[in-house]
């Protein structure tokens, strides 16, 4: 049984790996008939040894990827969203004997093709293509995606990024209007590069660095306050 | 922004290689900020310490362990010198 992993667990990079350690400041143990016994042969103190037990799933890498780069719509219209306790999910109620979303008048926003995420529901959360918006109430999706639920949840059904594994020239770019404008400065740095005109190249490179900046400034809220002195002109 | 209107704002005309500098550009701005994020879990075995980074990773954002007593994941922190053991052959 794993307890206080944030105190306990440390980690090191060796290449390709992440070698995982437990600092225990006992001797080893081990687990008989369910109870953690030490070993009496063991060196006691404090140490750092291998996991010393099985966890499902337990270990867990937050990482950035290439995650969708190309999608079909932009980012910023992606903007239908359902959100209530009164949306419903059928289990092969629809034409052709589709899967259903069902929520009164609340679904007009969404479109045929579009894919969508469903949170808050009992059995149904996960990513889905819509097949047919049918109308304003109810959305279809492919066959053997929903169980039966009834209202009740609290559940949200929001538009996502369809990705496109073969791009083409009609597909969006998977980033918002400011990083878009950096890819932009990006290939002409590439196109300077390419032309061997380097500060033309250095020049796009750092409008791309600012605009990339700017982007993760605008999440920000700062506020700075300069305190004013005792004689200063107001 | 569609790639159509990205290439005609750089002035450029060939497809293929417009889309690999997207790519290129996005793997960029993925190394240095964390504009999306993915998340991975795998299973802890008894007695193994090597676990192999995502193949796709660009960036590391964090490490946690699952901690089973309230089952939440808790970031872990790396190591700043190599422990004097470089490997265990009875780890039991």
């Given at each position: 049984?794993?307890?206080d992993?944030?105190?306990?667990?440390f980690?090191?990079l060796?290449?390709?790996?992440?070698?995982?350690?437990?600092?225990?400041e006992?001797?080893?143990?081990?687990?008989?008939?369910?109870?953690?016994i030490?070993?009496?042969?063991e060196?006691?103190?404090k140490q750092?040894?291998?996991?010393?037990?099985?966890i499902?799933n337990?270990?867990?890498?937050?990482?950035t990827?290439?995650i969708?780069?190309?999608?079909?719509?932009?980012?910023?219209?992606?903007?239908?969203?359902?959100?209530?306790?009164?949306?419903?999910?059928?289990?092969?109620?629809?034409?052709?004997?589709r899967?259903?979303?069902?929520?009164?008048?609340?679904?007009?926003?969404?479109?045929t093709?579009?894919?969508?995420r469903?949170?808050?529901?009992?059995?149904?959360?996960?990513d889905?293509?819509?097949?047919?918006?049918?109308s304003?109430?109810?959305?279809?999706?492919?066959a053997?995606?929903?169980?039966t639920?009834?209202?009740?949840?609290?559940?949200?059904?929001?538009q996502?990024?369809?990705?496109d594994t073969?791009?083409?020239?009609?597909?969006?770019i998977?980033?918002?209007?400011?990083?878009?404008?950096?890819?932009?400065?990006?290939?002409?740095?590439?196109?300077?590069?390419?032309?061997g005109?380097?500060?033309?190249?250095?020049?796009?490179?750092?409008?791309?660095?600012?605009?990339?900046?700017?982007?993760?400034?605008?999440k920000?809220?700062?506020?700075?306050?300069?305190?004013?002195?005792?004689?200063?002109?107001? | 922004?569609?790639?159509l209107?990205i290439?005609?704002?750089?002035?450029m005309?060939?497809t293929?290689?417009?889309?690999?500098w997207?790519?290129?550009?996005?793997?960029?701005?993925?190394?240095?900020?964390?504009?999306?994020?993915?998340?991975?879990?795998?299973?802890?075995?008894?007695?193994?310490?090597?676990?192999?980074?995502p193949?796709?990773?660009?960036?590391?954002?964090?490490i946690?362990?699952k901690?089973?007593t309230?089952?939440?994941y808790?970031?872990?922190?790396r190591l700043?010198?190599s422990?004097?053991?470089?490997?265990?052959?009875d780890?039991?």
């Open positions: 049984m794993s307890y992993t944030h105190k306990t667990w980690y090191q060796v290449g390709r790996d992440i070698h995982l350690w437990q600092y225990v006992s001797n080893a143990t081990d687990t008989l008939a369910g109870i953690r030490s070993l009496p042969d060196y006691y103190g750092l040894i291998y996991p010393d037990e099985d499902t337990g270990l867990r890498v937050e990482y990827a290439l969708e780069p190309f999608v079909d719509e932009a980012w910023e219209s992606l903007t239908a969203r359902a959100s209530s306790s009164t949306i419903s999910f059928g289990d092969g109620d629809g034409g052709s004997s899967d259903t979303i069902n929520y009164t008048s609340g679904l007009g926003d969404f479109a093709g579009d894919k969508v469903i949170i808050g529901s009992a059995s149904n959360d996960g889905y293509v819509i097949a047919n918006a049918a304003s109430s109810i959305l279809e999706v492919a053997g995606s929903f169980a639920e009834a209202v009740g949840q609290s559940i949200t059904v929001y996502i990024p369809d990705e073969t791009p083409g020239e009609s597909n969006h998977n980033l918002n209007r400011m990083l878009s404008l950096a890819v932009v400065d990006y290939i002409k740095a590439q196109l300077s590069d390419s032309k005109e380097l500060e033309r190249k250095e020049y796009y490179m750092r409008e791309f660095w600012k605009k990339v900046g700017d982007n993760e400034s605008n920000r809220k700062i506020s700075v306050t300069f305190p004013s002195g005792p004689f200063a002109i107001r | 922004m569609t790639v209107e290439m005609e704002r750089a002035g005309k060939e293929t290689l417009a889309i690999a997207m790519k290129d550009a996005f793997h960029l701005i993925q190394s240095n900020v964390k504009e999306h994020t993915k998340s991975e879990k795998s299973n802890i075995i008894d007695g193994i310490r090597e676990y192999p980074l193949a796709d990773m660009i960036a590391l954002k964090s946690s362990i901690d089973t309230d089952s939440k808790k970031r872990i922190r700043t010198h422990p004097v053991v470089s490997e265990d052959t780890p039991e």
